[in-house]
């Protein structure tokens, strides 16, 4: 299936735009100024073994730094 050109921020749902089309990335991330994730669920949750893709905005993102709810771990580069 492919993907669609607009996805919702999982938080404020404003619209995020791919840059590139899905044949042109490849499996690169190029979203318009957001980020997006895997969210695994783990032992406890009722989605345990369970595994989720989601888009954040950069702006919701970086409330939620500033807010401590999103803690920084390393950057890849």
């Not at 997006?36 to 730094?65: K, P, Q, W």
């Amino acid at each position: 299936m492919p993907r669609p050109f607009l996805t919702p921020c999982l938080i404020c749902e404003k619209a995020v735009i791919y840059l590139w089309t899905e044949e042109q990335a490849g499996d690169a991330t190029n979203l318009n100024d957001a980020v997006d994730f895997e969210i695994t669920g783990s032992y406890g949750s009722r989605f345990d073994t369970n595994i989720y893709h989601a888009v954040m905005c950069d702006d919701c993102l970086e409330e939620a730094i500033q807010k401590r709810r999103v803690s920084f771990v390393r950057s890849y580069l």
